[in-house]
């Protein structure tokens, strides 16, 4: 039962690297979700996407762009890191507009930007 | 815009003994259902509880209980007979009609021995 699988769980990148985040579901989940989480702070939306080929902005978009080419699957890509980028990273996936079904969330992972 | 307030940043409870973790929202929807989440060291997240804003009875799953006062929009969340295994962060959620989650910032609970 894989469920939602991250990758890579840890990666360490300099100021201005560039890099993708993969989030893969086998639960045959419409929606999608990427969020961040600070240390001592809950976790806040970046993107999600509501179907394969759609995304949209969630609370904390700037810096960051996504790619939902293939409904299994959801890419988070930094163009241009920055410290201020540092944190975990989650991805979720869910039903669609079934606002009682909960997100299933991925392990997470943690990205330092030096 | 939503938003869920959980006043407490630590909270400790003895081994066995009763805990309360407290959670407040702010939100001009209806309908809607909130959730809390437990994050232990291990870094997932895993569903513990979900109540919808439309059911009077509070939820309950085994040794956890909530307490939701929709005037109030308080929503707390009951932990009995405290076991070392529920150490972790706890977050309280609301999610909208349109899937999107909101999180409080978290509670650090620690069970003691």
């Known amino acids: 039962n894989a469920g939602v699988t991250q990758t890579p769980k840890f990666r360490v990148l300099k100021t201005g690297q560039s890099m993708t985040l993969l989030c893969a579901q086998d639960m045959n989940h419409e929606y999608m979700y990427w969020y961040r989480q600070d240390p001592g702070m809950g976790l806040r939306l970046i993107h999600y996407s509501v179907g394969e080929g759609t995304t949209a902005k969630g609370e904390v978009p700037d810096g960051y762009n996504v790619s939902r080419l293939k409904k299994q699957n959801f890419l988070l890509g930094l163009e241009s890191a920055a410290p201020s980028q540092t944190s975990v990273y989650f991805c979720?996936?869910?039903?669609?507009?079934?606002?009682?079904?909960?997100?299933?969330f991925g392990d997470g992972t943690r990205l330092s930007i030096l | 815009a939503q938003t869920v307030t959980q006043s407490q940043p630590e909270m400790s409870v003895q081994e066995a003994e009763t805990v309360t973790l407290s959670c407040t929202y702010d939100?001009?929807?209806?309908?809607?259902?909130l959730f809390w989440y437990k994050q232990p060291p291990s870094r997932q997240m895993i569903l513990v509880i979900r109540q919808e804003a439309y059911k009077q009875q509070n939820a309950t799953e085994n040794r956890f209980s909530v307490n939701f006062q929709k005037a109030a929009k308080s929503f707390s969340l009951k932990i009995s007979d405290s076991q070392l295994g529920d150490t972790a962060m706890y977050f309280c959620?609301?999610?909208?009609?349109?899937?999107?989650?909101?999180f409080g910032g978290g509670t650090r609970l620690m069970v003691k021995p």
């Open positions: 939100t001009s929807e209806n309908n809607y259902y």
């Open positions: 959620a609301f999610n909208n009609a349109g899937n999107m989650l909101t």
């Open positions: 979720a996936s869910s039903y669609p507009g079934h606002y009682d079904q909960p997100q299933h």
